[in-house]
């Protein structure tokens, strides 16, 4: 792997006494060392590897012997205890991402939270907090934060608080602006003159729009930045409760699904609009799971598989119906087609499904019983050099010349909602 283009100096700024950042820079010899980078693509995986004789499906994913491992074309370069006296990872799934090339990773004290990248400590919150999506385009991160409980939430450019709330939650389907600043969705409850009510906001950077929304839009899932305005996923009441986007541009809505007993549980941050959604056939009465691309049916299953890291394609969409029994079959969907993955493996992050826009597929297999972790590569397998869970795969294009580097979210944990995000 390149080395760093980043060196420690000495100091440390302190951000209106909760956050403290220590400051790096490019050096000159780290600049020439980048002659040295590889060129063309590179297959990065990260995952959590665990030692010999730990079965992570009957112990779970905290041991205190658990590792945070990022590998590059299957050569190791980066590996990171999670224990407390290495204090730079922890073995939350999702807690540490590829970014730039390098590992940045989290780690939750008792008190407070940091930030690491490739092992060394690069930030510093107070409290416990969750990384929701890091951008490295400069020399300055910009990263989204959230509190511990789903309250609260700051968005930093390094040591800059761009913008906080102390009670706003944030939607997952998060994006950058024109100028690269991250741009996301949240809801805050107020009082009112007839008690608690919900407003919704977007933020753009440091700046925020809030969102005057129709009485009858009741159920609210997310939003979509549209060239005319936003797009709301939601419940409408004034149409027979129908799930479906409404437009605020025009005041006009697009059905996505029947007024069925369900839940949406999936969006995309742009149009054409991606949507996942859990419902009860209208019919036969069965659990219905449905991928909609702007209101069209792209593909749809009659099981309690679980959509893992669904994308669009250039015709249609592409994912994972992980199965949700031990000894059921993940299925890759690409387009119209489908391919059953290996037995005995599964699909355990949305992080860990990467297909591109042609549908060319590179999945990160868990075993359910203990053993090696496998790369799925459009029917090609390849045994991975580590023991453990598989929590992101990256296509990485590297060049000669430094390129900016798009936003990566982390995706949420089981339990929280699940909202389609940028590979």
């Known amino acids: 792997m390149r080395k760093s283009l980043i060196a420690m100096v000495g100091s440390l700024i302190t951000l209106s006494g909760c956050y403290t950042l220590i400051i790096q820079e490019k050096t000159g010899s780290d600049a020439a060392a980048g002659l040295d980078q590889p060129v063309g693509d590179v297959t990065v995986v990260t995952g959590i590897a665990y030692p010999e004789g730990v079965d992570w499906n009957v112990s779970g994913l905290d041991h205190p012997q658990a590792r945070v491992v990022m590998y590059e074309n299957r050569e190791l370069k ?10 730079v990872a922890c073995c939350d799934p999702y807690q540490h991402i590829c970014c730039g090339g390098h590992l940045y990773s989290v780690f939750l004290s008792e008190t407070e939270t940091v930030l690491s990248c490739d092992g060394t400590p690069v930030m510093r919150l107070d409290g416990r907090k969750f ?16 509190n511990e409980g789903g309250r609260g939430f700051v968005s930093l450019h390094g040591e800059e608080i761009l913008y906080e709330s102390r009670e706003g939650s944030p939607f997952r389907n998060i994006g950058t602006g024109a100028e690269g600043e991250l741009c996301f969705f949240y809801s805050v409850p107020v009082k009112s003159s007839s008690g608690m009510i919900t407003q919704y906001y977007f933020v753009e950077g440091s700046e925020a729009i809030q969102m005057d929304l129709p009485k009858q839009l009741r159920v609210i899932f997310g939003f979509i930045r549209s060239p005319e305005g936003f797009k709301v996923l939601c419940r409408n009441e004034g149409n027979r409760m129908n799930y479906e986007l409404y437009d605020t541009s025009d005041g006009n809505s697009m059905m996505l699904f029947p007024s069925v007993n369900g839940q949406l549980t999936a969006l995309s941050n742009e149009l054409p609009a991606l949507v996942h959604a859990s419902l009860t056939h209208p019919v036969r009465g069965t659990e219905w799971n449905v991928i909609s691309l702007d209101g069209i049916q792209a593909a749809d299953w009659e099981t309690d598989d679980i959509a893992t890291g669904f994308t669009r394609l250039d015709r249609g969409v592409g994912g994972v119906r992980r199965s949700r029994l031990k000894e059921g079959r993940d299925i890759l969907v690409r387009e119209s087609v489908c391919d059953t993955l290996p037995e005995g493996y599964s699909v355990m992050t949305d992080g860990a499904v990467h297909i591109s826009p042609s549908g060319k597929a590179k999945i990160g297999l868990s075993s359910r019983s203990g053993g090696k972790a496998l790369l799925w590569s459009d029917g090609e397998i390849d045994t991975l050099g580590f023991r453990g869970v598989v ?32 590979n």
């Open 78 to 87: 980066v590996n990171l205890g999670t224990g407390e006296s290495a204090g």
């Open 131 to 146: 990384l929701l999506a890091i951008r490295d385009g400069g020399e300055k991160l910009r990263t989204l934060w959230e």
């Open 391 to 422: 929590t992101g795969i990256y296509v990485v294009k590297r060049n000669r010349e430094e390129e900016a580097e798009t936003i990566r979210t982390t995706r949420p944990t089981e339990g929280r909602n699940h909202i389609f995000t940028p």
